[in-house]
């Protein structure tokens, strides 16, 4: 089932709109959260929750890509999760992971302005890496995949995609205060 026929399913309020959300995107969201979380049962805890998500969103939201839209949800509830836990003293690989992001982006006062801007900075930024250099950003800062994961599934040695990302790490405070982003 296309997208568009599911996104009208959960605007019509009909409950196969979740079945099909699960069919379609089920592994795709437990990925998304297993990547944070490492805990099976807080994994389909949080892709549950994105279906019960999804479905007080739509409407009045209209996702024009679906997978992206699920995808954000499942991650927000797992980064919230995971949150929870290490308050609880728990720890896992993302705090590296933000740490390395975090470093990259100047600092400054937030204001929403700055926020949006970033936003589009971003996007801006990642259309003009080369695909491959995207990927492995987008893994490591979108899905908080490890290092090693990212070797397997580019066919990258560990080292090289350290060093990928330390370079477009590098670009991106260059793109950003070149663009005078500050967060």
Known sequence: MDDKTIVALYWERAEAAIEHSQQKYGKYCYRIADNILHNHEDNEECVNDT?????NAMPPERPTVLQAFLGKITRNLALDRYAHDRAQKRGAEIDDVAEEYWQCVPSGEPSLADQTALHQAINSFLSTLPER???VFLQRYWYICPIEQIAAETG???ANVKVI???TRRSFKEYLEK???HI
């Open 133 to 135: 250099t995207r990927i």
């Open 179 to 181: 663009e005078e982003i």
């Open 165 to 167: 990302l330390h370079r």
């Open 51 to 55: 279906w019960v998500r999804a479905w």
């Open 156 to 158: 990258l040695s560990p």
